[in-house]
């Protein structure tokens, strides 16, 4: 095949591309508006759509100051000062990064595209991963809502502290076991190499909002449709059964997606659920969730999310009971 075919094969467009996607479904909802305006009107919907905006509206803040964190790192941090403040070994800079989240005082959406960011400057992924899961978790602010929501219970804080940092750890072990074999997905390479600092700056806010904010709205539209739709009675049921109830409370706090600063006083309302059951809440839903399932795929890639979200989920599993029996 010639060059000028090779482009032009290159060029070719695709028999259905996104203008026609959005012409389609534009005229869908124009011929059956007749019977969706009632739907509309439904209360179901309308509860949905009032958790749809309240888990966006609550979440966005957040990411913009990841956002703009992100931008610093990749635009303004020299390499000198980050070879400075990271180790160099690997194994020793995942815990130090996992203390580092204590800095962060935010919740899990700003932390995804600081993490892209340390990669893309040339810290190890194992490194980034770690304080991707532990900032949301052990800062000040979730460790003090964490307090005044279950008061005179400080081993409460202290539980979910260790076990919510031993898993980051753990995970960024982990990582770094696996090295290459870990896809990660490479658009998380540099850019904007010929641009100016203003430049680099302004384009990695656009790249990371834009990207991250897509996949926000796409775990906000199922953490809406959960809790909406599967009815709280099905998780109380449970509650009186040990195990049971970890894993119900875990598989509750992944699919909720709650804020990090704000999870600790729905736990505390789980009064039929065992303390252990709390803590496993509290420790899975900041490491994982499925928001967060959501933003990391589309960051990192879809086959990375296939591996590293179930470990992230049985660690913290694992991390939490066994912090809940020695401390609670």
């Known amino acids: 095949m010639s060059t000028a075919q090779t482009q032009a094969a290159g060029t070719r467009r695709r028999p ?6 959005v012409a389609l479904v534009v005229l869908t909802i124009l ?67 996992g203390l580092a989240g204590i800095g962060l005082p935010g919740c899990e959406c700003a932390a995804v595209p600081i993490a892209g960011s340390l990669m893309r400057r040339g810290i190890a992924p194992a490194v980034a991963l770690t304080f991707l ?9 979730v460790l003090v809502s964490t307090a ?31 090295g290459a074999r870990l896809p ?17 700056f302004v384009e990695t806010v656009r790249h990371d909002f834009l990207h991250a904010a897509g996949f926000l709205v796409i775990g906000a539209i199922l953490a809406a449709g ?4 599967v009815p709280r009675t099905i998780v109380d049921t449970v509650a009186g059964q040990a195990l049971l109830g970890i894993l119900t409370l875990a598989a509750f706090a992944f699919l909720v997606a709650l804020c ?7 736990a505390a309302s789980f009064t039929a659920f065992s303390d252990t059951a709390k803590l496993v ?11 967060l399932a959501s933003m990391e795929a589309g960051t990192f890639g879809g086959a990375f999310a296939r591996q590293f979200v179930p470990v992230v989920v049985g660690t913290a599993i694992l991390c939490a009971v066994g912090v809940g029996w020695w401390l609670l």
């Open 16 to 21: 259905v591309g996104q203008a026609e996607v």
């Open 31 to 97: 011929v059956s508006g007749r019977w969706l305006v009632p739907l509309l009107d439904h209360p179901s919907l309308a509860t949905w759509s009032t958790i749809f905006v309240a888990i966006v509206i609550q979440s966005t803040p957040f990411l913009v100051v990841g956002v703009l964190l992100s931008a610093v790192i990749s635009a303004l941090l020299s390499d000198r000062l980050l070879a400075r403040v990271v180790p160099r070994n690997p194994a020793l800079g995942v815990p130090v990064a």
């Open 133 to 141: 899961l532990a900032a949301p978790a052990v800062n000040p602010a």
């Open 148 to 178: 005044v929501a279950f008061p005179g219970r400080p081993e409460m804080v202290v539980a979910r502290f260790v076990a919510s940092l031993l898993t980051a750890v753990l995970v960024g072990w982990w990582v770094l076991s696996r």
């Open 184 to 200: 990660i997905t490479k658009r998380l390479e540099a850019f904007g190499a010929d641009m100016s600092t203003r430049e680099r």
């Open 226 to 229: 959960i809790n909406t739709f």
């Open 260 to 266: 990090s600063e704000s999870d600790a006083f729905v």
């Open 281 to 291: 809440f509290l420790v899975v839903g900041p490491a994982m969730d499925v928001k």
